[in-house]
């Protein structure tokens, strides 16, 4: 309960120190990389709500194409951010070959949940439709990667996603109310995200305390007042035998998303036969972590596994 409390209290501040701590522990990484081989294509409108558009940056590999894709979502607590903040893994995306789609969503407490689910679909189908047509994107393999409050979106964005794919497919449950599917290595559902990439996520909200009001700015009350809200904002509510390949990285002195949220998510999914993998940095705290060389290294090797074989080694830490 107190990390939560924290991230949301600590939102501005976070979300500004990890626009500028990425730069400054990617600078060095990038001068060593070859020079990007990739189009950059700004404020493209991907949906409209209440007569704005909702943006996206967009780096597209040269090359003929269709390439794969992965949509970058922001943290910031849902209520701050903008998609400028994970550009230093959109470039390195773009570089090993995806497209990579970097956007904004409405924020709370303007807008309350599910906006920022509902925004992140529209960016998915966005990719789908227009995206394959103008951007090169292979709309068979998309993916999804975010941090903090994104890497919560990433993964809930996942679960609901390929439970909605596997459910239109006729697929069978899995004893907890999810659908079956195609996860575990198997083909990916049609409509489904190929895999995620969940950093410093909060995954579930289920259990907090019925009266405490430190998130009803985003999820519109409290647990008592609003109850359907606490769970369909959960991760962990949807996990089924369909949810795709995940990754998560996790600082290890992280005091802002408890550990145990992405842990007990990746449990579930090992138990189901999906696969995935989790790095605990040590000693690293929550934004340390967001720009952590290793980790982020770890993410993209583990797409390229997942999008060259179709499946991925189970690893978790003991």
């Not at 990916?188 to 990439?197: S, Y």
Request: hydrophobic residues 40%; aromatic residues 8%.
């Amino acid at each position: 309960m107190a990390q939560v409390r924290r991230l949301s209290m600590v939102a501005a501040a976070g979300a500004l120190a990890l626009c500028l701590a990425a730069p400054l522990s990617w600078g060095q990484e990038e001068r060593k990389s070859p020079p990007a081989k990739f189009d950059t294509i700004l404020n493209v409108a991907y949906a409209e709500r209440d007569g704005k558009p909702l943006l996206a940056d967009v780096l597209v590999p040269t090359g003929e194409g269709p390439f794969p894709a992965v949509l970058v979502i922001h943290g910031g607590a849902w209520r701050s951010g903008s998609k400028a903040q994970l550009r230093f893994i959109g470039r390195l995306l773009a570089e090993r070959g995806y497209v990579a789609v970097m956007i904004n969503y409405r924020l709370a407490p303007d807008h309350i949940f599910p906006a920022q689910f509902d925004d992140c679909r529209a960016a998915l189908e966005w990719m789908r439709k227009e995206g394959s047509a103008r951007h090169k994107i292979d709309p068979k393999w998309i993916a999804a990667w975010g941090y903090s409050a994104g890497g919560h979106l990433s993964a809930l964005l996942a679960m609901r996603e390929s439970a909605a794919s596997a459910t239109s497919a006729g697929g069978n449950g899995d004893g907890n109310g999810n659908s079956g599917g195609n996860g575990g290595g198997k083909a990916i559902p049609p409509h489904g995200l190929a895999a995620f990439v969940a950093g410093g996520a909060p995954c579930d909200f289920r259990s907090l305390p019925p009266n405490v009001r430190f998130l009803e700015f985003w999820l519109g009350g409290t647990r008592q007042e609003k109850p359907q809200n606490y769970i369909e904002a959960s991760p962990c509510h949807y996990v089924g035998k369909s949810t795709p390949p995940g990754f998560f990285y996790h600082g290890g002195d992280d005091e802002l998303v408890a550990l145990r949220d992405p842990q007990k998510l990746a449990a579930q999914m090992k138990t189901l036969g999906v696969p995935v993998q989790m790095k605990v940095l040590a000693k690293k705290g929550h934004i340390m972590a967001a720009v952590d060389v290793d980790a982020v290294r770890a993410g993209m090797d583990f797409l390229d596994e997942v999008r060259k074989t179709g499946k991925a080694e189970t690893r978790l830490p003991d």
